[in-house]
């Protein structure tokens, strides 16, 4: 897997999520501040969608979706993809998680998440509190169990 690049911001654990707004699917658009003080987030941002390690984590986190949602969690999945593509991906596997379009990677640079010399993102998860303060920065895909872990015992 190619790292991320060095040109975007190097976020680390204990560190304040920055802020963004986003397009989302199905509707309107999400900002992270929007959360704060209310529901812990994970941001699962992946490299395309409708591609084969994409589906099985999409798919995974929306079969288990009720169990974040009784943990206090919200997940959305963030792509470089536009929210047409979202809503195709979202379709032709039933997902029911929010999808992001972060179209120019902007985001992915403040998380620290885009490809050296691509206009896509590296797989990565990071699980932010209530206080909008990065918890854990997961590269790759780790299972959900492990995740709904982490997120009940933030406080």
């Keep these: 897997m190619t790292s991320p690049s060095n040109t975007t911001t190097a976020l680390k654990e204990g560190d304040k ?4 707004t986003l397009p ?3 509707q309107g658009n ?3 501040s929007e959360f704060h003080g209310k529901k812990n987030v994970i941001l699962a941002f992946y490299p395309k969608d409708d591609t084969p390690g994409c589906t099985k984590e999409m798919c ?10 009784d943990a206090n ?3 959305f999945g963030v792509s470089c993809d536009h929210v047409d593509s979202h809503e195709k991906f979202a379709g032709k596997y039933s997902l029911k998680q929010t999808l ?3 179209k120019d990677g ?9 490809l050296e010399g691509k206009s896509n993102s590296a797989r990565m998860l990071f699980v932010i509190d209530k206080q909008g ?14 995740l709904l872990t982490l997120v009940k015992d933030l406080k």
């Design 133 to 146: 303060t990065v918890n854990k920065i997961i590269n790759g895909m780790p299972s959900n169990e492990e």
């Design 106 to 114: 902007e985001v992915g640079k403040k998380f620290g998440t885009m």
């Design 30 to 32: 999400v900002s992270l």
């Design 100 to 102: 992001l379009a972060d």
């Design 17 to 20: 999520a920055p802020e963004f």
């Design 24 to 26: 989302a699917f199905p």
């Design 60 to 69: 995974s986190f929306s079969e288990d979706l009720p169990k974040f949602e």
């Design 73 to 75: 969690t919200v997940i």
